[in-house]
């Protein structure tokens, strides 16, 4: 993961596959570095939140997504769409959009490129 402070990353970690707020510390040396931050989020309501978002057929989880530096979430009602996002949730989300771990750092570097320092 880049380590550059124009890359803020949030993870939220919800309580799917029986995840409790304990795996949290161990989950968040998957990805880190400075600019990284992890949240327990107990009410899964930002999956929800995600799958109206989207238009998914069920629980958004396990959704990789990114957004301009000028989005903002300011109605926690309605989370605004990303500017483009992948999953790893086979049947749920189109099939086109299943994560490629190459193609979305491809991205991250397409968007840090258009980013001013």
């Given at each position: 993961?880049?380590?550059?402070?124009?890359?803020?990353?949030?993870v939220?970690?919800?309580?799917?596959?029986?995840a409790?707020?304990e795996h949290?510390?161990?989950?968040?040396?998957?990805?880190?570095?400075?600019?990284?931050?992890n949240y327990?989020?107990?009410?899964?309501?930002?999956?929800?939140?995600?799958?109206?978002t989207l238009?998914a057929s069920?629980?958004v989880?396990?959704f990789w997504s990114m957004?301009?530096?000028?989005v903002?979430?300011?109605?926690?009602?309605?989370?605004?769409?990303p500017?483009?996002w992948?999953?790893q949730l086979r049947?749920?989300?189109?099939?086109?959009q299943l994560?490629n771990?190459?193609?979305?750092?491809?991205?991250?570097?397409?968007a840090?490129a258009?980013?001013?320092?």
């Open positions: 993961m880049k380590d550059d402070p124009r890359l803020v990353t949030f939220v970690h919800v309580p799917t596959l029986g409790r707020e949290v510390g161990p989950a968040s040396q998957v990805i880190k570095n400075a600019h990284t931050m327990w989020e107990e009410t899964g309501v930002i999956g929800k939140r995600m799958q109206e238009g069920g629980y989880w396990d957004y301009a530096p000028d903002q979430w300011s109605d926690a009602a309605h989370l605004p769409a500017g483009f992948q999953h049947g749920r989300l189109p099939a086109g994560l771990p190459t193609d979305f750092a491809n991205h991250v570097d397409a840090l258009r980013s001013p320092r």
